[in-house]
């Protein structure tokens, strides 16, 4: 905290202390193909989330706050279930993973390496796919 930083209110402080999760959003099937192709050079991640549920709210929170990875270690996708279902089921018959929600799905040289749901779901949990 510098000299000037008594002149910022609380709120200004949080917002340069907060560190963005690189979410890229996924929004069309075709995407899929090119995740496959992706996780061959490095991890990706899906996040599937669904913005009317209190659970996955609250996960996908303590997920951001506590999620440390850049871009270049691993690319993260979020799938919002409720404007793309299609995406979830083919999600689901593609690489076999059964649907939940919140789900993240991990890939990695063009197959699930890891998947977890609801509570399970931890960022640090990420970091053993680098």
Not at 86 to 108: L, W
């Amino acid at each position: 905290m510098g000299l000037l930083d008594i002149f910022k209110t609380p709120r200004e402080i949080a917002k340069e202390e907060i560190v963005e999760v690189p979410w890229h959003i996924l929004a069309r099937t075709e995407q899929l193909d090119e995740i496959i192709e992706e996780s061959k050079a490095k991890p990706i991640a899906i996040f599937k989330h669904s913005t009317r549920c209190g659970i996955s709210r609250g996960v996908l929170k303590i997920f951001e706050r506590n999620y440390k990875l850049t871009n270049d270690q691993l690319k993260l996708y979020y799938l919002d279930l409720l404007q793309n279902r299609d995406i979830s089921n083919e999600i689901a018959a593609r690489f076999k993973v059964h649907h939940e929600s919140p789900q993240m799905i991990v890939i990695k040289n063009g197959v699930v390496v890891h998947h977890d749901s609801h509570h399970a779901i931890e960022a640090a949990h990420l970091e053993k796919f680098i």
